[in-house]
């Protein structure tokens, strides 16, 4: 069966970075894109970004430009998403899902919660 | 891009049916058959429930139903259960493989 397997949680301080992991299984990781969305406490989801998996094209939300790196590893079937200058109101709960462009997000991790604080 | 806009809560009785509208437009909503509704419970990941509009997963059950008009597309429940209450975010592809999702609605079963 298709799982997502995100890593632990994280704590980190301001102006730091964070390196979420996504390790795919039951499919072929390849064949799919991986989508980012994260969902502030309390709030909706955010669309964040996504990275093909079969070339390692990427295309990120206007807002996170220059702030959010999106990878790949074929190898391993895991996903990475890697958010720098880390603000307070990066405090969320990061998802990876399965899907990208038009096709539906049919998938999720169990979600990360990403805690900024001094 | 501001996010699509939804009923914050809606509400209804066992049994009966709701539907919760997601506006947008015509550069996402309206400009693409590829609006997927997504069901999360508290503290769960988000799940899959139509996709393409009017399209459902395997799994999901035919109480699930989706359409648009125009700009504006709906997600009904019909025959709705306890198990129901959730929160339900519809999300729209924008071109140039973005995507939108909307503010999120509260389902609250009376």
New interface residues.
Partial sequence: QVQLVQSGAEVKKPGASVKVSCEASGYIFTSYGISWVRQAPGQGLEWMGWISTYNGNTNYAQRLQGKVTMTADTSTSTAYMELRSLRSDDTAVYYCARGYGWYPLDYWGQGTLVTVSS | ?S?LTQPRSVSGSPGQSVTISCTGTSSDVGG?N?V?W?Q?HPGK????II??VTKR?SGVPDRFSGSKSGNTASLTISGLQAEHEADY?C?S?TG?????????TKLTVL
């Fill in positions: 891009q996010a693409y590829y997927s997504y999360q990941a988000p799940k899959l996709y393409d997963p975010y999300c592809y140039t493989y973005t995507l939108m999702f909307g503010g999120g």
